[in-house]
């Protein structure tokens, strides 16, 4: 009969046959005395032996499974911890300790609905336990910053997302599943380094964890690198079939660098109008991908440029930078733009952008350059004073001089108002001087190079300009006309 009761009890190894229960539990209780003594010395390793060798000599103690669970949760083994804690309650339904446990352990796991059942289970034993009392308020806020993040995720508000899995992990620190979430949210977000790290530490782990590798394929896909992210959603989709997120995400990242290979091959063969339309095409594929869609507005703007399209080569130059404030070739085609369009002070701004980020030979040339354009708009601009272009010939200059000079000449304008007499006599001057500079290769050269006239005696003000028309000069402006 005690030998029947002993295997009843202990479930007894053949060697142990000769044992008496007595003897069994006795040696059982110096294990877990053994193994309470490493426990107290933080040495949960050999702390985990003792109690696993109690638990084999007498495998139907609940307390021995409970010990092993807490020694278990020390060392971050959270499932197996909870494992041994249902066995534990199993054996024990009133053990207290069991169910604390195992609320723990599901918390910690991220299980915030069956930790609250456990967390009751113990109020049901003792109404006024303070651990299950706290215990029960972290998995209601767990619920909570759950349901605060599902919420932010369909708002595409990805730092409110991070912040409520941040919480959440604070109770929850073997969650993949929040830990994944975060991830996710992370390399939307465009912080790629975290968000590896996180899946990186969840694949340590589990290597073959689908939703880990979906979040590595992101990050790659995200910086530009699509050939190996592909390789990740591969392989996701290999670990689990089903997994939509990979399957998208593949799917989106082929069809966007097939779709700005073609815009490139355009772009190559001269086709710009077809390349605009590549580009444009392949910006709707996917709108959180911030890095490629930079690349594909600067690629846009390049070929706007080239189709004369200036101002919505501007606008998408200003949306790369938006998505990439970092991208430096952004900055120096929406500053190329702005010389094109005559607005100098905003290209002085993204030419000293560029060069206070990279300060190199070339871009201290556009600097200088763009200053120097935009201290020769702030003067009176003689090109333009005469209606001719900067590449003007002598010829079309004098042609464009003579006709300006009939147009404001006063005796032409005699029969105005003062106002108006003042006005076209003013411009009438202003013909004059832009001819006395623009016919005079010297003075040219100098106008054109941004330097002032001024510095060498070249004052235009009240110069004898000289008759293009041959004859003597008189009136105002030192010029005689005869009008039919």
């Known amino acids: 009969i005690q030998g029947k009761m002993a295997t009843d009890d202990c479930d007894m190894d053949p060697d142990m046959e000769l044992l008496s229960d007595e003897e069994l539990e006795r040696e059982a209780e110096g294990f877990k005395e053994q193994g309470n003594a490493f426990y107290i010395k933080k040495d949960y390793a050999e702390a985990f032996n003792y109690y696993t060798k109690a638990i084999d000599m007498c495998p139907k103690n609940a307390s021995y499974y409970g010990n092993r669970a807490a020694t278990l949760m020390m060392l971050g083994r959270y499932r197996e911890a909870l494992e041994d804690s249902q066995q534990a309650v199993r054996l ?3 053990f207290m300790k069991g169910h604390l446990r195992e609320g723990k352990c599901h918390l910690s796991l991220g299980n915030a609905m069956a930790a609250s059942r456990c967390f009751q289970r113990v109020l049901e ?35 409110m997302v991070v912040f409520c899995m941040d919480r959440a992990l604070e109770s929850a620190p073997a969650c993949h599943r929040f830990k994944i979430l975060k991830a996710e949210c992370l ?7 975290e968000a590896q790290s996180v899946a990186s530490d969840i694949l340590r782990m589990d290597s073959t964890n689908a939703d880990a590798l979906y979040v590595r394929g992101l990050c790659l896909y995200y910086e530009d690198c699509i050939d190996k992210a592909v390789q990740f959603f591969v392989q996701a989709l290999r670990m689990a079939p089903d997994h939509d997120k ?11 660098k097939a779709k700005k ?25 996917d709108p959180n991908n911030i890095k490629t869609n930079a690349k594909l507005y600067c690629n846009r703007a390049t070929v706007g440029s080239k189709l004369k399209k200036l101002e919505q080569a501007i606008e998408d130059c200003t949306k790369a930078i938006k998505l990439d404030e970092t991208y430096i070739k952004a900055y120096l085609r929406r500053a190329q733009c702005y010389m094109d369009t005559e607005l100098y002070e905003e290209a002085v701004r993204d030419y ?3 060069y206070q980020t990279e300060k190199t030979k070339e871009h201290k040339h556009f600097l200088k350059n763009a200053q120097l354009e935009l201290k020769k708009s702030k003067r009176k601009d003689y090109y ?25 000449h006063p005796d032409r304008h ?39 006239l001024e510095d060498d005696g070249m004052n235009m003000g009240g110069q004898h300009l000289g008759n293009p028309w041959g004859g003597k000069s008189s009136g105002p402006g030192n010029f005689f006309f005869q009008f039919g």
């Open 384 to 408: 333009k004073v005469l209606g001719v272009d900067k590449n003007a010939t002598e010829d079309e200059i004098k042609k464009a001089y003579r006709k300006r000079a009939l147009l404001h």
């Open 261 to 285: 290979e073609e815009g490139n091959k355009a772009f190559k063969e001269g086709n710009f109008e077809a390349a605009y339309e590549l580009y444009s095409e392949a910006l709707t594929i």
């Open 187 to 193: 390399a939307l977000l465009g912080r790629y380094p």
């Open 414 to 452: 005699s029969g105005a108002s003062p106002e108006v007499q003042k006005e076209e006599e003013k411009k009438f001057k202003e013909v004059g001087e832009a001819f006395s500079v623009l016919s005079d290769a010297k003075k040219k050269a100098r106008y054109d190079s941004g330097q002032d």
């Open 125 to 159: 034993l003792e109404n006024d336990n303070s651990q299950a009392q706290q215990e029960l308020k972290n998995a209601e806020s767990i619920l909570e910053y759950e349901r605060m993040a599902e919420i932010g995720f369909e708002k595409r508000d990805f730092r």
């Open 92 to 94: 024990d339904n009133s």
């Open 246 to 256: 990979a399957r998208l995400a593949c799917r989106n990242a082929k069809a966007l």
């Open 352 to 354: 000293e952008k560029v």
